[in-house]
Nanobody
Framework: QVQLVESGGGLVQPGGSLRLSCAAS????????MRWYRQAPGKQRELVAA????????NYADSVKGRFTISRDNAKNTAYLQMNSLKPEGTAVYYC?????????????WGQGTQVTVSS
C-alpha cells in the first residue's frame, strides 16, 4: 500500500504565505516525480508545480511563477510547496501527485487534497 498525506492548508489573507507538505509512505522503490495540482470550485484540476526527484528539474504554471516554489526532501520522501504572495484566485483544493516505481513499473498516486482559502 502507498499513501500520500498532505498537510499545511488553511485560511490565509491575500498576500500571505502557506507551505504545503506531501509525504509518501508505503511500499515502493523510488519516486520519479512529485507534483502539486489544484482544483477550484467549478473548474478543472490544473497543474501548479512539478519536481523530478532524480535531479533538479522543476516546472511551474505561469500563474504561480515567481511566487510558488516546489522542493523535495528525498530522505523523507516528501515534497513541499511554498506559496507566497497568495491571491484570492489561489483558493482551491490542492492535491499532491506522485509517480512511483513499484513492483517493476511506474504507478501514479494521489493524495486526499488539502483546502487553501485566500480571503480577507
Amino acid at each position: 500500500q502507498v499513501q500520500l498525506v498532505e498537510s499545511g492548508g488553511g485560511l490565509v489573507q491575500p498576500g500571505g504565505s502557506l507551505r504545503l507538505s506531501c509525504a509518501a509512505s508505503g511500499s515502493f522503490s523510488s519516486i520519479e516525480s512529485m507534483r502539486w495540482y489544484r482544483q477550484a470550485p467549478g473548474k478543472q484540476r490544473e497543474l501548479v508545480a512539478a519536481i523530478i526527484t532524480d535531479g533538479d528539474g522543476t516546472n511551474y504554471a505561469d500563474s504561480v511563477k515567481g511566487r510558488f516554489t516546489i522542493s523535495r526532501d528525498n530522505a523523507k520522501n516528501t515534497a513541499y510547496l511554498q506559496m507566497n504572495s497568495l491571491k484570492p484566485e489561489g483558493t482551491a483544493v490542492y492535491y499532491c501527485y506522485a509517480r512511483l516505481w513499484r513492483s517493476g513499473y511506474y504507478t501514479n498516486y494521489w493524495g486526499q487534497g488539502t483546502q487553501v482559502t485566500v480571503s480577507s
